[in-house]
Protein backbone atom coordinates (compact mmCIF):
# COMPACT_ATOMS: atom_id res chain seq x y z
CA UNK A 1 0.00 0.00 0.00
CA UNK A 2 2.86 2.39 1.15
CA UNK A 3 4.49 1.69 -2.38
CA UNK A 4 1.58 2.63 -4.49
CA UNK A 5 1.17 5.80 -2.89
CA UNK A 6 4.63 7.08 -4.09
CA UNK A 7 3.68 5.97 -7.23
CA UNK A 8 0.90 7.81 -7.60
CA UNK A 9 2.62 11.10 -6.22
CA UNK A 10 5.50 10.71 -8.86
CA UNK A 11 2.84 10.18 -11.98
CA UNK A 12 1.27 13.51 -10.36
CA UNK A 13 4.64 15.04 -10.28
CA UNK A 14 5.54 14.16 -13.98
CA UNK A 15 1.94 14.90 -15.30
CA UNK A 16 2.11 18.37 -13.74
CA UNK A 17 5.52 18.54 -15.03
CA UNK A 18 7.14 19.47 -11.75
CA UNK A 19 10.37 19.33 -11.53
CA UNK A 20 11.19 19.28 -15.36
CA UNK A 21 13.88 21.70 -16.82
CA UNK A 22 12.63 24.53 -19.60
CA UNK A 23 14.32 24.94 -23.27
CA UNK A 24 13.00 28.59 -23.67
CA UNK A 25 15.31 31.60 -21.78
CA UNK A 26 14.91 35.37 -21.32
CA UNK A 27 14.34 37.34 -24.65
CA UNK A 28 17.13 39.60 -25.86
CA UNK A 29 16.78 43.89 -25.48
CA UNK A 30 15.37 45.14 -29.10
CA UNK A 31 18.75 47.77 -30.50
CA UNK A 32 18.25 51.85 -29.80
CA UNK A 33 19.49 52.51 -33.63
CA UNK A 34 17.20 55.98 -33.35
CA UNK A 35 19.55 59.35 -33.04
CA UNK A 36 18.45 62.17 -31.22
CA UNK A 37 15.75 64.65 -32.13
CA UNK A 38 17.99 68.61 -32.69
CA UNK A 39 15.32 71.55 -31.94
CA UNK A 40 16.87 74.72 -33.04
CA UNK A 41 15.91 77.47 -30.41
CA UNK A 42 15.31 80.39 -32.61
CA UNK A 43 15.34 80.39 -36.77
CA UNK A 44 17.95 78.48 -39.02
CA UNK A 45 18.47 81.56 -40.82
CA UNK A 46 19.78 84.82 -39.03
CA UNK A 47 21.16 87.90 -40.83
CA UNK A 48 23.02 90.50 -38.76
CA UNK A 49 24.90 93.37 -40.12
CA UNK A 50 28.42 94.13 -39.99
CA UNK A 51 29.01 95.18 -36.23
CA UNK A 52 26.53 93.23 -34.70
CA UNK A 53 26.59 91.04 -31.66
CA UNK A 54 25.77 87.60 -32.15
CA UNK A 55 24.37 85.50 -29.25
CA UNK A 56 23.85 81.55 -30.08
CA UNK A 57 20.43 81.03 -29.58
CA UNK A 58 20.89 77.75 -29.15
CA UNK A 59 19.45 74.03 -29.13
CA UNK A 60 17.82 71.18 -27.44
CA UNK A 61 17.91 67.56 -28.26
CA UNK A 62 15.25 64.78 -27.43
CA UNK A 63 15.97 60.87 -27.50
CA UNK A 64 13.83 57.99 -27.27
CA UNK A 65 15.02 55.96 -25.34
CA UNK A 66 17.86 58.71 -23.03
CA UNK A 67 15.69 61.02 -21.15
CA UNK A 68 18.76 63.59 -21.82
CA UNK A 69 20.75 64.45 -24.63
CA UNK A 70 23.61 67.17 -24.55
CA UNK A 71 23.78 69.26 -27.04
CA UNK A 72 27.47 70.66 -28.67
CA UNK A 73 28.08 73.27 -31.20
CA UNK A 74 30.96 74.17 -33.22
CA UNK A 75 31.76 76.87 -35.63
CA UNK A 76 31.78 81.06 -35.02
CA UNK A 77 30.36 83.79 -36.65
CA UNK A 78 32.73 87.20 -37.56
CA UNK A 79 30.44 89.95 -37.63
CA UNK A 80 32.78 92.22 -38.20
CA UNK A 81 33.35 90.67 -41.65
CA UNK A 82 30.53 90.69 -44.17
CA UNK A 83 30.12 86.94 -45.15
CA UNK A 84 27.64 83.43 -44.54
CA UNK A 85 28.29 81.63 -41.46
CA UNK A 86 27.51 77.98 -40.04
CA UNK A 87 26.91 76.74 -36.69
CA UNK A 88 26.41 73.27 -36.13
CA UNK A 89 24.75 71.57 -33.56
CA UNK A 90 25.31 67.89 -32.30
CA UNK A 91 24.01 65.01 -30.10
CA UNK A 92 24.43 61.39 -29.78
CA UNK A 93 22.86 59.51 -27.23
CA UNK A 94 23.90 56.67 -24.83
CA UNK A 95 23.72 54.31 -28.08
CA UNK A 96 26.14 56.49 -30.12
CA UNK A 97 23.33 57.23 -32.06
CA UNK A 98 24.10 60.75 -33.36
CA UNK A 99 22.17 63.74 -35.03
CA UNK A 100 23.19 67.13 -36.38
CA UNK A 101 21.89 70.36 -37.46
CA UNK A 102 22.85 73.51 -39.01
CA UNK A 103 22.23 77.09 -38.15
CA UNK A 104 23.20 79.59 -41.24
CA UNK A 105 24.03 83.30 -39.95
CA UNK A 106 24.74 85.64 -42.47
CA UNK A 107 26.61 89.36 -41.61
CA UNK A 108 25.91 91.58 -44.45
CA UNK A 109 27.25 95.37 -44.82
CA UNK A 110 25.30 98.27 -43.56
CA UNK A 111 22.54 100.01 -45.94
CA UNK A 112 23.14 103.28 -46.00
CA UNK A 113 20.44 105.10 -45.73
CA UNK A 114 18.31 106.75 -48.71
CA UNK A 115 20.29 109.77 -50.46
CA UNK A 116 18.07 112.33 -50.22
CA UNK A 117 19.73 115.75 -50.82
CA UNK A 118 20.22 117.93 -53.96
CA UNK A 119 23.67 118.59 -55.12
CA UNK A 120 24.90 121.72 -54.76
CA UNK A 121 25.76 124.15 -57.17
CA UNK A 122 27.53 127.10 -57.69
CA UNK A 123 27.66 129.85 -60.47
CA UNK A 124 30.92 130.96 -61.23
CA UNK A 125 30.63 134.34 -61.29
CA UNK A 126 27.57 136.56 -60.58
CA UNK A 127 23.79 135.61 -60.37
CA UNK A 128 22.94 138.39 -62.15
CA UNK A 129 24.44 139.83 -65.03
CA UNK A 130 24.30 142.84 -66.86
CA UNK A 131 25.97 143.44 -70.80
CA UNK A 132 25.65 145.81 -73.67
CA UNK A 133 23.77 145.39 -76.67
CA UNK A 134 26.22 144.31 -79.09
CA UNK A 135 28.39 142.67 -76.87
CA UNK A 136 28.78 138.74 -76.81
CA UNK A 137 27.45 136.59 -73.78
CA UNK A 138 30.53 134.88 -72.56
CA UNK A 139 28.73 132.01 -70.07
CA UNK A 140 30.94 132.15 -66.87
CA UNK A 141 29.49 128.65 -66.32
CA UNK A 142 28.54 126.62 -62.75
CA UNK A 143 30.12 123.67 -60.75
CA UNK A 144 28.65 121.14 -58.89
CA UNK A 145 29.12 118.93 -55.71
CA UNK A 146 27.15 115.91 -53.85
CA UNK A 147 27.77 114.42 -50.60
CA UNK A 148 27.71 111.10 -51.89
CA UNK A 149 28.67 111.35 -55.41
CA UNK A 150 31.28 114.29 -55.16
CA UNK A 151 31.52 116.13 -58.07
CA UNK A 152 27.92 116.33 -60.34
CA UNK A 153 27.88 117.12 -64.02
CA UNK A 154 25.74 120.75 -64.85
CA UNK A 155 22.90 121.24 -67.56
CA UNK A 156 22.60 124.52 -69.06
CA UNK A 157 20.10 125.46 -70.51
CA UNK A 158 18.88 129.31 -72.20
CA UNK A 159 20.39 131.66 -74.20
CA UNK A 160 21.32 135.49 -74.29
CA UNK A 161 20.38 137.51 -77.37
CA UNK A 162 21.75 140.20 -78.70
CA UNK A 163 18.39 142.27 -78.08
CA UNK A 164 17.28 144.46 -75.01
CA UNK A 165 15.55 142.16 -72.63
CA UNK A 166 15.76 140.21 -69.27
CA UNK A 167 17.21 136.63 -70.41
CA UNK A 168 17.61 133.28 -67.90
CA UNK A 169 20.16 130.78 -67.91
CA UNK A 170 19.01 127.85 -65.61
CA UNK A 171 21.53 125.18 -64.13
CA UNK A 172 20.73 121.91 -63.39
CA UNK A 173 22.39 119.24 -61.91
CA UNK A 174 21.09 115.32 -60.96
CA UNK A 175 23.13 113.05 -58.55
CA UNK A 176 23.20 109.30 -59.19
CA UNK A 177 20.07 109.17 -56.86
CA UNK A 178 17.85 111.23 -58.90
CA UNK A 179 18.09 114.38 -56.41
CA UNK A 180 17.66 117.36 -58.83
CA UNK A 181 18.42 121.16 -58.27
CA UNK A 182 18.35 124.25 -60.28
CA UNK A 183 19.60 127.77 -59.92
CA UNK A 184 19.41 130.69 -62.40
CA UNK A 185 21.48 133.19 -64.01
CA UNK A 186 19.94 136.55 -64.88
CA UNK A 187 21.63 138.30 -67.97
CA UNK A 188 20.12 141.49 -68.46
CA UNK A 189 21.09 143.10 -71.77
CA UNK A 190 21.01 146.90 -71.97
CA UNK A 191 21.26 150.44 -74.12
CA UNK A 192 25.52 150.80 -74.54
CA UNK A 193 25.90 154.05 -71.94
CA UNK A 194 26.33 156.03 -74.64
CA UNK A 195 23.19 156.14 -75.71
CA UNK A 196 21.65 156.05 -72.26
CA UNK A 197 20.64 159.57 -70.87
CA UNK A 198 18.95 161.09 -67.68
CA UNK A 199 14.98 161.88 -67.86
CA UNK A 200 14.20 165.65 -68.40
CA UNK A 201 14.15 167.42 -64.98
CA UNK A 202 11.95 170.42 -66.11
CA UNK A 203 9.26 167.74 -67.05
CA UNK A 204 9.76 165.16 -64.10
CA UNK A 205 10.20 165.23 -60.52
CA UNK A 206 11.90 161.66 -58.89
CA UNK A 207 9.79 161.37 -55.55
CA UNK A 208 12.16 159.62 -52.95
CA UNK A 209 11.15 160.51 -49.78
CA UNK A 210 9.25 157.95 -47.61
CA UNK A 211 5.94 159.20 -47.10
CA UNK A 212 5.69 157.13 -43.68
CA UNK A 213 9.15 156.79 -42.30
CA UNK A 214 9.59 153.22 -42.93
CA UNK A 215 8.10 152.27 -46.34
CA UNK A 216 5.31 153.21 -48.81
CA UNK A 217 1.96 151.98 -49.17
CA UNK A 218 0.19 149.23 -49.81
CA UNK A 219 2.44 146.56 -48.43
CA UNK A 220 5.12 147.68 -50.76
CA UNK A 221 8.70 146.60 -50.59
CA UNK A 222 10.76 148.77 -52.43
CA UNK A 223 12.99 152.20 -52.43
CA UNK A 224 12.24 154.71 -55.27
CA UNK A 225 15.72 155.94 -56.03
CA UNK A 226 16.60 159.03 -58.75
CA UNK A 227 19.33 157.17 -60.09
CA UNK A 228 19.67 156.22 -63.31
CA UNK A 229 19.83 152.54 -63.06
CA UNK A 230 16.17 153.18 -61.96
CA UNK A 231 15.11 155.64 -64.35
CA UNK A 232 16.09 156.85 -68.09
CA UNK A 233 15.93 157.29 -71.15
CA UNK A 234 17.66 155.64 -74.00
CA UNK A 235 16.98 154.14 -77.63
CA UNK A 236 13.97 156.75 -77.74
CA UNK A 237 11.92 155.73 -74.51
CA UNK A 238 11.56 155.99 -70.89
CA UNK A 239 12.65 153.33 -68.92
CA UNK A 240 11.74 152.56 -65.11
CA UNK A 241 13.52 149.82 -63.90
CA UNK A 242 12.15 147.66 -60.64
CA UNK A 243 15.31 145.90 -59.53
CA UNK A 244 16.50 143.02 -56.70
CA UNK A 245 19.66 144.98 -54.66
CA UNK A 246 20.02 146.31 -51.27
CA UNK A 247 19.46 149.90 -50.99
CA UNK A 248 19.39 151.92 -48.28
CA UNK A 249 17.72 155.41 -47.65
CA UNK A 250 16.50 157.03 -44.61
CA UNK A 251 18.19 154.66 -42.37
CA UNK A 252 15.80 152.01 -43.94
CA UNK A 253 17.21 149.53 -46.22
CA UNK A 254 14.91 147.11 -48.38
CA UNK A 255 15.93 144.42 -51.31
CA UNK A 256 14.21 146.22 -54.08
CA UNK A 257 14.55 149.61 -55.59
CA UNK A 258 12.94 151.46 -58.46
CA UNK A 259 11.31 155.02 -59.69
CA UNK A 260 8.14 157.32 -58.73
CA UNK A 261 8.03 159.88 -61.39
CA UNK A 262 5.75 163.16 -60.78
CA UNK A 263 4.68 165.01 -63.59
CA UNK A 264 5.15 168.98 -63.13
CA UNK A 265 2.66 169.63 -65.12
CA UNK A 266 -1.32 169.75 -63.76
CA UNK A 267 -4.37 170.17 -65.92
CA UNK A 268 -7.64 169.89 -65.34
CA UNK A 269 -10.09 168.26 -68.04
CA UNK A 270 -8.64 166.75 -71.28
CA UNK A 271 -7.06 163.77 -73.11
CA UNK A 272 -4.02 161.33 -71.41
CA UNK A 273 -2.27 159.33 -73.94
CA UNK A 274 0.36 157.01 -73.03
CA UNK A 275 2.05 153.89 -75.04
CA UNK A 276 3.80 151.90 -72.93
CA UNK A 277 5.11 148.22 -72.57
CA UNK A 278 4.21 146.40 -68.62
CA UNK A 279 6.98 144.39 -67.03
CA UNK A 280 6.82 141.05 -65.93
CA UNK A 281 7.73 139.11 -62.65
CA UNK A 282 5.03 137.91 -60.04
CA UNK A 283 4.61 140.85 -57.69
CA UNK A 284 5.41 143.56 -60.01
CA UNK A 285 3.04 146.40 -59.85
CA UNK A 286 3.04 149.09 -62.52
CA UNK A 287 0.72 151.81 -63.10
CA UNK A 288 -0.01 155.11 -64.95
CA UNK A 289 -2.00 157.27 -62.97
CA UNK A 290 -3.29 160.71 -61.69
CA UNK A 291 -3.51 162.16 -57.95
CA UNK A 292 -4.60 165.39 -57.03
CA UNK A 293 -1.93 168.36 -57.13
CA UNK A 294 -3.01 169.39 -53.69
CA UNK A 295 -2.83 166.39 -51.85
CA UNK A 296 -0.90 166.72 -48.72
CA UNK A 297 1.81 163.58 -49.42
CA UNK A 298 5.53 164.22 -48.33
CA UNK A 299 8.01 164.17 -51.34
CA UNK A 300 5.32 164.52 -53.90
CA UNK A 301 6.73 167.57 -56.65
CA UNK A 302 3.48 169.69 -55.67
CA UNK A 303 3.62 169.36 -52.18
CA UNK A 304 7.05 170.17 -51.98
CA UNK A 305 5.85 173.08 -53.98
CA UNK A 306 3.34 174.31 -51.18
CA UNK A 307 0.19 173.09 -53.27
CA UNK A 308 -0.63 170.57 -50.16
CA UNK A 309 -3.78 171.10 -48.76
CA UNK A 310 -5.70 168.02 -49.17
CA UNK A 311 -5.61 164.39 -48.03
CA UNK A 312 -5.95 161.34 -49.92
CA UNK A 313 -8.74 160.20 -50.97
CA UNK A 314 -10.34 163.81 -51.16
CA UNK A 315 -7.63 164.61 -53.25
CA UNK A 316 -9.07 162.32 -55.82
CA UNK A 317 -6.75 159.82 -57.91
CA UNK A 318 -7.40 158.16 -61.37
CA UNK A 319 -5.84 154.90 -61.79
CA UNK A 320 -5.07 155.31 -66.13
CA UNK A 321 -3.64 151.72 -65.88
CA UNK A 322 -2.54 149.30 -63.49
CA UNK A 323 -1.18 145.72 -64.24
CA UNK A 324 0.02 143.17 -61.13
CA UNK A 325 2.27 140.25 -62.21
CA UNK A 326 0.08 138.53 -60.56
CA UNK A 327 -2.58 138.74 -62.69
CA UNK A 328 -0.63 138.51 -65.67
CA UNK A 329 -1.70 140.82 -69.38
CA UNK A 330 -4.85 141.80 -67.20
CA UNK A 331 -5.23 146.23 -67.52
CA UNK A 332 -7.37 147.32 -64.84
CA UNK A 333 -8.47 151.28 -64.35
CA UNK A 334 -10.09 152.91 -60.97
CA UNK A 335 -11.23 155.39 -59.36
CA UNK A 336 -10.77 156.29 -55.46
CA UNK A 337 -12.81 158.78 -53.98
CA UNK A 338 -13.63 159.49 -50.41
CA UNK A 339 -16.92 157.58 -51.43
CA UNK A 340 -15.07 154.43 -52.36
CA UNK A 341 -11.03 154.09 -52.11
CA UNK A 342 -8.71 151.32 -51.30
CA UNK A 343 -10.39 148.48 -52.28
CA UNK A 344 -12.81 150.37 -54.55
CA UNK A 345 -15.84 149.74 -56.20
CA UNK A 346 -15.24 152.11 -59.26
CA UNK A 347 -13.44 149.82 -61.38
CA UNK A 348 -12.78 148.28 -64.77
CA UNK A 349 -10.50 146.04 -66.68
CA UNK A 350 -9.54 144.19 -69.85
CA UNK A 351 -7.46 141.37 -70.92
CA UNK A 352 -4.45 142.36 -73.70
CA UNK A 353 -2.36 139.54 -74.57
CA UNK A 354 0.84 141.18 -75.02
CA UNK A 355 0.99 143.71 -72.25
CA UNK A 356 4.53 142.45 -71.43
CA UNK A 357 6.07 142.34 -74.80
CA UNK A 358 4.55 144.63 -77.19
CA UNK A 359 3.67 148.58 -76.31
CA UNK A 360 -0.01 149.61 -76.07
CA UNK A 361 -2.03 152.60 -75.83
CA UNK A 362 -3.34 153.72 -72.75
CA UNK A 363 -6.14 156.88 -72.84
CA UNK A 364 -8.23 158.49 -70.32
CA UNK A 365 -10.92 161.33 -71.56
CA UNK A 366 -11.86 163.20 -68.63
CA UNK A 367 -14.51 165.60 -68.62
CA UNK A 368 -16.48 167.68 -66.21
CA UNK A 369 -19.33 164.65 -66.43
CA UNK A 370 -17.42 161.57 -66.30
CA UNK A 371 -13.96 159.53 -67.11
CA UNK A 372 -13.69 157.24 -69.82
CA UNK A 373 -10.30 154.98 -69.54
CA UNK A 374 -9.44 152.80 -73.26
CA UNK A 375 -6.48 150.26 -74.27
CA UNK A 376 -5.97 150.89 -77.63
CA UNK A 377 -8.94 152.62 -78.66
CA UNK A 378 -11.32 149.62 -76.97
CA UNK A 379 -13.10 151.13 -73.43
CA UNK A 380 -13.29 149.19 -71.17
CA UNK A 381 -14.57 151.53 -68.06
CA UNK A 382 -16.53 155.01 -67.49
CA UNK A 383 -16.76 156.70 -64.19
CA UNK A 384 -20.11 158.58 -64.10
CA UNK A 385 -21.51 158.85 -60.73
CA UNK A 386 -25.10 160.13 -61.29
CA UNK A 387 -24.27 162.46 -58.06
CA UNK A 388 -21.18 164.55 -57.96
CA UNK A 389 -19.90 165.81 -54.93
CA UNK A 390 -16.72 166.15 -52.66
CA UNK A 391 -17.48 162.34 -51.60
CA UNK A 392 -17.59 161.33 -55.91
CA UNK A 393 -16.00 163.75 -58.10
CA UNK A 394 -12.66 165.80 -56.34
CA UNK A 395 -12.20 165.85 -60.08
CA UNK A 396 -13.24 170.08 -60.85
CA UNK A 397 -9.49 170.79 -60.08
CA UNK A 398 -6.11 170.21 -61.17
CA UNK A 399 -4.58 166.61 -61.75
CA UNK A 400 -0.73 165.70 -62.33
CA UNK A 401 0.63 162.64 -63.96
CA UNK A 402 2.55 159.52 -61.89
CA UNK A 403 4.32 156.70 -63.01
CA UNK A 404 5.72 154.17 -61.39
CA UNK A 405 6.70 150.55 -60.88
CA UNK A 406 5.90 149.42 -57.79
CA UNK A 407 7.46 145.91 -56.02
CA UNK A 408 4.59 143.95 -54.11
CA UNK A 409 5.59 141.72 -50.75
CA UNK A 410 4.66 138.71 -53.36
CA UNK A 411 7.46 139.28 -55.30
CA UNK A 412 8.66 136.53 -57.01
CA UNK A 413 12.05 135.06 -54.86
CA UNK A 414 13.56 134.69 -57.98
CA UNK A 415 12.88 138.23 -59.93
CA UNK A 416 16.06 140.13 -61.09
CA UNK A 417 15.08 143.04 -62.59
CA UNK A 418 12.19 144.29 -64.95
CA UNK A 419 11.16 147.67 -66.85
CA UNK A 420 8.22 149.89 -67.73
CA UNK A 421 8.94 151.02 -71.57
CA UNK A 422 7.00 154.53 -72.10
CA UNK A 423 7.64 155.22 -75.56
CA UNK A 424 5.55 159.11 -74.70
CA UNK A 425 3.21 160.42 -73.03
CA UNK A 426 0.67 163.14 -74.51
CA UNK A 427 -2.04 165.72 -72.49
CA UNK A 428 -4.69 167.21 -75.00
CA UNK A 429 -7.09 169.75 -73.72
CA UNK A 430 -11.13 169.07 -74.43
CA UNK A 431 -10.56 171.00 -77.49
CA UNK A 432 -8.09 167.95 -79.14
CA UNK A 433 -4.76 170.43 -79.09
CA UNK A 434 -1.63 168.82 -77.45
CA UNK A 435 -0.98 170.88 -74.22
CA UNK A 436 2.23 168.86 -72.77
CA UNK A 437 4.24 165.92 -73.88
CA UNK A 438 7.25 164.08 -73.31
Known amino acids: MRNLLVVVICLQLYACGGGGISGAGT ?4 PDNTAPVITLIGDATMSLTVGDIFTDPGATATDNVDVTVNVSASGSVDTLTAGQYTITYTATDAADNTASADRTVTVEEPIPPADTTNPVITL ?9 LGTAYEEPGATATDNIDGSVEVEIAGSVDDALGVYTVT ?7 FNTISVYRTVTVVEPMTNVKPLDSNKWHHQTVIPNGWGWFNGEVQHYTDRMDNSFVSGGT ?3 VAKKEQYSNAGVTKQYTSARLNSKFAFTYGRVEVRAKMPTGFGTWPAIWMLGKNITERGAYWETQGFGTTSWPACGEIDIMEHWGSNQNSISSAMHTPSSYGGTI ?6 ISTATTAFHIY ?3 W ?6 FAVNGVEHYTYNPVEKNADTWP ?3 DQFLLLNVAIEGSIDPNFMESAMEVDYVRVYNTSGALIWSD
Open 171 to 177: YTATDSS
Open 124 to 132: LGSASMTIE
Open 346 to 351: NKGSQY
Open 238 to 240: LKI
Open 27 to 30: PEPT
Open 363 to 365: TLD
Open 367 to 372: TAERMV
Open 395 to 397: FDA
